[in-house]
C-alpha cells in the first residue's frame, strides 16, 4: 500500500482560500473590541470613554461582533471551509498542485523489510523446531510515481499504472547495512517443492537430484546468504550443469521472469530485483473526485475489469475502496478506511477504533486484519474448498501471486495460537505489527501508517526429498515488509498549522461573541443611565412656613398661576404694546 501524502500542503491552499476574508474580518473585530478595551483602561475609573460613547453606536459594534461570532464564524466559515477542502483535495487537471503531488510523490516512503535468520538449520532438517531471529528493519526509500495516465472525462475518472524505485538508507536501518549474512530458507527449491507436489508428485525424486546438482549437494533447505543478495542483488543460480534433473529445473527457470540473467548461463535469483525501478503490469482505473468528493481515489477498474474472475463470489472479486494512495476528506469516526491492493488481489477494511494523537495533532486511528474466511460468511468466497479453509488472519495468496504463500500479520498477530506454538522466536506485539494508520480527519492525511504483511509457507516432511524429510510440520515465516510513514518536518507542520488557525478562529468566535455581549450590555446600561438627562424636572415651590412649621402657604385664588395661564395671558399681549 502506498500511504498517501496528498495534502502536505493543503493547509496553506485551503486555509487561505476559505477563510481569508473571514479571519481578516474576524481580526478587525477583535482589533476594534482590543482598540475600545483600551481606551476603557486609559480612562479608568472615571470609564470617560464609555461614558462618552453614544449606547446606540456602541450597541451596533456589540451586535455586530456578537453575530458575526455566532452566525458567520459558526454556520458559515465551516461550511465555506468544508467547500474548499473538497475542491482542494480532488484530482484535478493534469498540472494542478494536488495531481502532481499525488502523481509523484515528492518524498519517500520507508520501506521496511524483515528477515528471519534460522539459528538451528540442522536440528530443523532432524525434525526439530525451527528457531528464528527477526532481523531488521532493512530499510528503503520508496518512491512510487503513477505513469501513463489516461484522462477518462465521462465518468470523472483517471487510469495509470506504478513504477516503484528503492533506495537503500543506511542511516534508518539501525545499523544494518545488508552485508550480514543470515541463514534464509532456499525458497527456489521451497517453491520447486511445492509447485511440483501440487502438479506432479511422482517427479519429486527428480527435483531433489536437481537441487543437488545445482546447489552442490547442500546439508540443508536453508543457505547462508548476504542480506542485500536476498532482497535485491540477487543470489547465483548455476545453470551450467550438465545432468538431466538440474538441466530440466534449469530450462524451467529461463522462462521465468523473476530471475536476471547475469551472463554465462548464470542467473540471479531475489525478492525485489526484478521489480526495482520497473513499471508494474497491473493498471488501475480510479475516480479524481471533482464530482463528488465522497468517490476520491476509488477503483473502479483492474486491468480493465471492473472486478476480480479469480475468487468463487462476488463480494472477494469487488473492487472496494480506494487505490490505497488518497482517501477522500473530511473524515468521521463512522467512516473506515478501505483500500485495494493489487499486491495481494483483495480490498482491506480498517474500521475506525478511537481517538489518538500523534506529536501534538489530534488524528482517528483505523486498524485492520485479514480476516477470516471460516466464519465470516461473506469472505467464504476467497476459499474454494470448505475443508482446507485457513484460519483467522491468514490469507492464502497463491491464486494472487502464483506460488503458494500464506499472507498474514508479522509474527502471526491475531492468528490461532497453534502457529506460534509450531515456531519458536516470534514475539507479536499490536504497536510493531498490527495494520494501521493514523488520518487527520479533516484533509484524510495519514500522519502515521503502517501496512504490514508477513509472507509464510505451510513446511512439512517430503518423503522422497533428501532435505525434508524430517521437516517438522508448521507453517513457516519467510520474511514481513512494513510499507508506511510518519509525517514530520515541515509536511507535519503544514497540517498541523491548519488546526492551529482553526483553533485561532475558534478563539476569536468566542471573543467575538463575549466582547460583542459586552458591549451590548454596556450600551444597555448607558442608555439606562442617561434615559431622564434631556426631559425637564418641575419642582413645586413653596414658600417658608411660618413659626417653623412646614405648612403649605395657601396662596388667594387671584395670585394663583399655573404655565398655561402664563402662556394664555402673554398670547394676548398685542406684539406692538408700548412698553412705556
Not at 475502496?321 to 480498517?350: K, Q, Y
Request: one cysteine or more.
Amino acid at each position: 500500500m502506498r500511504v498517501a501524502k496528498h495534502a502536505y500542503n493543503l493547509a496553506g491552499r485551503v486555509f487561505r482560500r476559505s477563510i481569508n476574508l473571514s479571519l481578516y474580518s474576524s481580526f478587525l473585530g477583535l482589533l476594534s473590541f482590543v482598540t475600545a478595551g483600551r481606551k476603557l483602561r486609559n480612562n479608568l475609573p472615571d470609564c470617560k470613554y464609555l461614558s462618552t460613547m453614544k449606547p446606540k453606536k456602541m450597541g451596533i459594534i456589540g451586535g455586530s461582533m456578537f453575530s458575526f461570532g455566532l452566525f458567520f464564524l459558526t454556520f458559515t466559515f465551516p461550511t465555506i471551509l468544508r467547500s474548499q477542502v473538497k475542491r482542494q483535495t480532488s484530482l484535478g487537471k493534469p498540472g494542478s498542485q494536488m495531481r502532481d503531488i499525488w502523481s509523484n510523490l515528492p518524498i519517500p516512503m520507508d520501506f521496511q523489510i524483515h528477515l528471519f535468520n534460522v539459528t538451528n538449520p540442522v536440528e530443523i532438517t532432524a525434525g526439530e523446531k525451527p528457531i528464528l531471529q527477526d532481523v531488521g528493519p532493512f530499510l528503503y526509500d520508496q518512491y512510487k510515481e503513477k505513469v501513463e495516465q489516461v484522462e477518462r472525462d465521462e465518468d470523472d475518472s483517471i487510469e495509470y499504472r506504478v513504477k516503484t524505485t528503492w533506495y537503500f538508507n543506511a542511516a534508518k536501518s539501525n545499523g544494518l547495512t545488508g552485508e550480514e549474512e543470515l541463514i534464509l530458507p532456499n525458497l527456489l527449491a521451497l517453491m520447486t517443492i511445492k509447485v511440483v507436489l501440487k502438479e506432479q508428485p511422482g517427479v519429486i525424486g527428480v527435483v531433489s537430484k536437481a537441487m543437488d546438482s545445482i546447489f552442490r549437494k547442500p546439508q540443508t533447505i536453508f543457505m547462508k546468504v548476504k542480506a542485500k543478495d536476498f532482497l535485491f542483488d540477487g543470489i547465483p543460480i548455476d545453470c551450467n550443469v550438465k545432468d538431466f534433473a538440474g538441466s530440466t529445473i534449469c530450462g524451467v527457470l529461463k522462462d521465468r521472469d523473476d530471475l536476471i540473467p547475469a551472463g554465462g548461463n548464470i542467473y540471479l535469483l531475489s525478492l525485489f530485483g526484478t521489480k526495482n525501478n520497473s513499471v508494474d503490469p497491473g493498471r488501475l482505473r480510479v475516480k479524481r473526485g471533482r464530482k463528488n468528493y465522497k468517490d476520491l481515489g476509488r477503483v473502479i477498474e483492474f486491468n480493465g475489469e471492473p472486478a476480480l474472475t479469480i475468487y468463487d463470489g462476488e463480494y472477494c472479486n469487488t473492487l472496494n475502496g480506494t487505490d490505497a494512495t488518497i482517501f477522500p476528506p473530511l473524515m468521521t469516526r463512522e467512516d473506515s478506511i478501505i483500500s485495494f491492493s493489487p499486491e495481494i488481489c483483495r480490498s482491506v477494511t480498517a474500521p475506525y477504533r478511537y481517538d489518538s494523537k500523534i506529536k501534538g495533532l489530534h488524528t482517528y486511528h483505523f486498524s485492520a486484519d485479514y480476516g477470516d474466511v471460516k466464519s465470516n460468511p461473506d469472505e467464504k468466497c476467497f476459499c474454494s474448498t470448505p475443508d482446507t479453509c485457513l484460519d483467522k488472519d491468514l490469507m492464502d495468496l497463491e491464486k494472487c501471486v502464483g506460488v503458494p504463500l500464506i499472507g498474514s500479520q508479522p509474527h502471526f498477530l491475531g492468528a490461532e495460537q497453534k502457529y506460534l506454538d509450531m515456531i519458536d522466536g516470534l514475539n507479536p506485539n499490536p504497536e510493531e505489527h498490527d495494520l494501521s494508520m493514523d488520518f487527520d480527519p479533516l484533509t484524510a492525511t495519514p500522519v502515521n501508517a503502517h501496512k504490514r504483511l508477513q509472507f509464510n509457507m505451510f513446511l512439512g516432511p517430503v518423503e522422497k526429498f533428501r532435505l525434508m524429510k524430517k521437516f517438522p510440520e508448521c507453517l513457516f515465516p519467510l520474511f514481513w515488509v512494513d510499507e508506511g510513514i510518519l509525517l514530520e518536518g515541515p509536511l507535519f507542520n503544514q497540517v498541523k498549522l491548519v488546526h492551529t488557525l482553526l483553533g485561532l478562529v475558534g478563539i476569536i468566535k468566542y471573543v467575538m461573541m463575549v466582547g460583542g455581549a459586552g458591549l451590548g450590555a454596556a450600551a444597555g446600561y448607558l442608555h439606562y443611565k442617561n434615559r431622564d438627562k434631556n426631559s425637564l424636572d418641575v419642582t413645586k415651590v413653596t414658600p417658608e412656613s411660618r413659626n417653623g412649621k412646614d405648612e403649605e402657604k395657601k396662596w388667594p385664588p387671584q395670585q394663583q398661576m399655573n404655565i398655561s395661564t402664563i402662556q394664555t395671558q402673554s398670547a394676548a399681549v398685542p406684539p406692538n404694546l408700548d412698553m412705556n
